[in-house]
C-alpha cells in the first residue's frame, strides 16, 4: 500500500486528495455539487464519467438521506472503485511459451516495462526470452540488449533495418527450442506520417502465428500515465489494429493525472493489469483498484 501512496502522491496532490478535504468537512449543500464537480473534471476521468458520477451520487444522496459530505465521500469512494475492473487472472500456463507482444509508442516507457516484465515472470519461476523487434532503431535495440545483460536474460535481436517480422519468427523459434515459458517481443513505437506503424504490427502479430499457431497469446499496450487523454487516442489506434488485451499504465509515480486509469477502463473497455510506480525493474504492481482508490484519495 505504501509504494500506491507514494506512487500516486502527484495524482493526490492535485486533484482527488482535494476532493477528498473537500468532502471531508460540511454539510452537502449546492456549492458542494460544484466543487465536486469542477474537481471531478480535472482529474482526467473524462466528461462521460464524471457525470455518471455525480448523477450516482446525486441518486445516492436523495435515497439514503444523506446530509454529512463525509458521507459523500464513502459514496465517491465506491463510485470510483466500481469503475474499475480487477485484472483478469493471466492465464499463460497453457501455453508453452506463452508470446507477448508489447506494443506502445516511443517514449512511453515500453523498454523499460519490459525489463520490469521479465523480472516479476522470472519472480515467479518462468524462463523468460526478449526479442528485439524494433530493427528501425538501434538505439532501441541496443537499449533492450542493456536490460537483457544486466539482468541476464537470453535475447534475439535484429540487426539494423532486419525485417521485424523475421525477427521475431526467429525469436519465437529459438524459444521453442530453448523450452522458454515466456517471450517478451518489443515493437516499434514510431508516429510518424510517411510510415505505417499499424501495418508493421499487423504483420508481426501474423509472423508469430506463423511461428506458433495461436501466438500472441497477448498483446499489451504500454500508456505513459503523464500524456492524459492523448494516450487514449494512441490507445483506440492500437486497438483496432493488433486487439490489445491489457493495458500497462507507466509512469503513474510521475504523473499528476492518474484519473485517466478510469478513462482507460470506461472508454476502452481494455482491463489495466500493471502499472509502473518508478525507474527500477522492480517498481511494476499487479493492478490493485482497492489500493488505487485508496492512494489517490487519502
Ligand atoms: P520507450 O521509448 O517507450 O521504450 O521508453 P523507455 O522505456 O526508454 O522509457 C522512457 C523514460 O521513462 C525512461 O527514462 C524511463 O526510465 C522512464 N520510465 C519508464 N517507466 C517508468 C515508470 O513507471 N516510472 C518512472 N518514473 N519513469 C519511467
Known amino acids: 500500500i505504501n509504494k500506491w501512496k507514494q506512487g500516486l502522491e502527484r495524482?493526490?496532490?492535485?486533484t482527488f486528495g482535494r476532493l477528498a478535504a473537500l468532502l471531508g468537512v460540511s454539510?452537502?449543500?449546492?456549492?458542494?455539487?460544484?466543487?465536486?464537480?469542477?474537481?471531478?473534471?480535472?482529474?482526467?476521468?473524462g466528461v462521460e464519467t464524471t457525470q455518471e458520477i455525480l448523477q450516482s451520487l446525486r441518486q445516492r444522496v436523495q435515497r439514503e438521506g444523506l446530509t454529512k459530505a463525509g458521507e459523500l465521500k464513502q459514496a465517491l469512494r465506491e463510485e470510483l472503485l466500481k469503475r474499475l475492473d480487477t485484472p483478469p487472472i493471466l492465464?499463460?500456463?497453457?501455453?508453452?511459451?506463452?508470446?507477448?507482444?508489447?506494443?506502445?509508442?516511443?517514449?512511453?516507457?515500453k523498454t523499460t516495462t519490459i525489463a520490469k516484465l521479465a523480472q516479476w515472470f522470472r519472480n515467479q519461476n518462468k524462463k523468460v526470452l526478449l526479442v528485439a523487434a524494433d530493427t528501425f532503431r538501434?538505439?532501441?535495440?541496443?537499449?533492450?540488449?542493456?536490460?537483457?545483460?544486466?539482468?541476464?536474460?537470453?535475447?534475439?535481436?535484429?540487426?539494423?533495418?532486419?525485417?521485424?517480422?523475421?525477427v521475431t519468427f526467429d525469436g519465437i523459434q529459438a524459444a521453442l527450442a530453448r523450452k522458454t515459458d515466456i517471450v517478451l517481443i518489443d515493437t516499434?513505437?514510431?508516429?510518424?506520417?510517411?510510415?505505417?506503424l499499424m501495418e508493421e504490427l499487423k504483420k508481426v502479430h501474423r509472423v508469430a502465428g506463423k511461428a506458433l499457431p495461436g501466438a500472441p497469446h497477448a498483446v499489451w499496450l504500454v500508456l505513459d500515465a503523464t500524456t492524459?487523454?492523448?494516450?487514449?487516442?494512441?490507445?483506440?489506434?492500437?486497438k483496432e489494429a493488433v486487439n490489445v488485451n491489457g493495458i500497462i499504465l507507466?509512469?503513474?509515480?510521475?504523473?499528476?493525472?492518474?484519473?485517466?486509469?478510469?478513462?482507460?477502463?470506461?472508454?476502452?473497455?481494455?482491463?489495466?493489469?500493471?502499472?509502473?510506480?518508478?525507474?527500477?525493474?522492480?517498481?511494476?504492481?499487479?493492478?490493485?483498484?482497492?489500493?488505487?482508490?485508496?492512494?489517490?484519495?487519502?
Not at 495524482?11 to 492535485?14: L, P, Q
Request: proline content about 5%; hydrophobic content about 45%; aromatic content about 6%.
Open 228 to 238: 492524459g487523454q492523448n494516450a487514449l487516442q494512441q490507445a483506440r489506434a492500437f
Open 11 to 14: 495524482t493526490r496532490k492535485a
Open 27 to 45: 454539510e452537502i449543500d449546492d456549492s458542494t455539487w460544484e466543487d465536486l464537480e469542477a474537481l471531478l473534471l480535472q482529474s482526467d476521468l
Open 138 to 166: 538501434a538505439a532501441a535495440v541496443d537499449q533492450l540488449q542493456v536490460w537483457a545483460e544486466r539482468l541476464n536474460l537470453p535475447i534475439v535481436a535484429g540487426q539494423p533495418n532486419a525485417d521485424p517480422g523475421a
Open 91 to 109: 492465464d499463460l500456463d497453457s501455453h508453452q511459451p506463452a508470446v507477448i507482444l508489447v506494443v506502445g509508442v516511443n517514449g512511453s516507457g
Open 188 to 196: 516499434a513505437g514510431r508516429l510518424h506520417t510517411r510510415y505505417n
Open 250 to 298: 507507466a509512469k503513474l509515480d510521475s504523473s499528476a493525472r492518474g484519473g485517466m486509469a478510469f478513462a482507460i477502463q470506461s472508454v476502452l473497455g481494455i482491463p489495466i493489469l500493471f502499472v509502473g510506480l518508478g525507474e527500477t525493474p522492480s517498481d511494476l504492481e499487479i493492478f490493485d483498484p482497492e489500493a488505487f482508490v485508496q492512494g489517490i484519495l487519502e
